[in-house]
């Protein structure tokens, strides 16, 4: 089992910035990916963001250029740094962690329980 605690949510005005923290613990040895996924009221949860072991990036489109991803595999911790925030930036943004499981044959997927960002004036 993977634990997934997200923080740094909150409220900040267009322009702004914000810096997400997902720390996980637990069976957190065969995590390959974490990402930051996000659903506003009303729309499909989307990926924002994730991140392989190896450091290897992915970004949605609408946040190219505005939001870096990082990973410290030391510290079990995955962080989205949000800049230049728009409203329609406004959602749950949830943490995510894949596990491949060889003994299995099969992967996991674990999610935290969101933290709320709001843009707004």
């Known amino acids: 089992q993977v634990q997934l605690v997200e923080s740094g949510g909150g409220l900040v005005q267009p322009g702004g910035s914000l810096r997400l923290s997902c720390a996980a613990s637990g069976s957190i040895f065969s995590i390959n990916t974490m990402g930051w996924y996000r659903q506003a009221p009303g729309k499909q949860r989307e990926l924002v963001a994730a991140?392989?072991?190896?450091?290897?990036?992915n970004y949605a489109d609408s946040v190219k250029g505005r939001f870096t991803i990082s990973r410290d595999n030391a510290k079990n911790t995955v962080y989205l740094q949000m800049n230049s925030l728009k409203p329609e930036d406004t959602a749950v943004y949830y943490c995510?962690?894949?596990?491949?499981?060889?003994?299995?044959?099969?992967?996991?997927?674990?999610w935290g329980k969101g933290t709320l960002v709001a843009v707004s004036s």
């Open positions: 991140i392989t072991s190896g450091g290897s990036t």
């Open positions: 995510n962690a894949y596990k491949f499981l060889e003994v299995g044959g099969y992967g996991l997927d674990y």
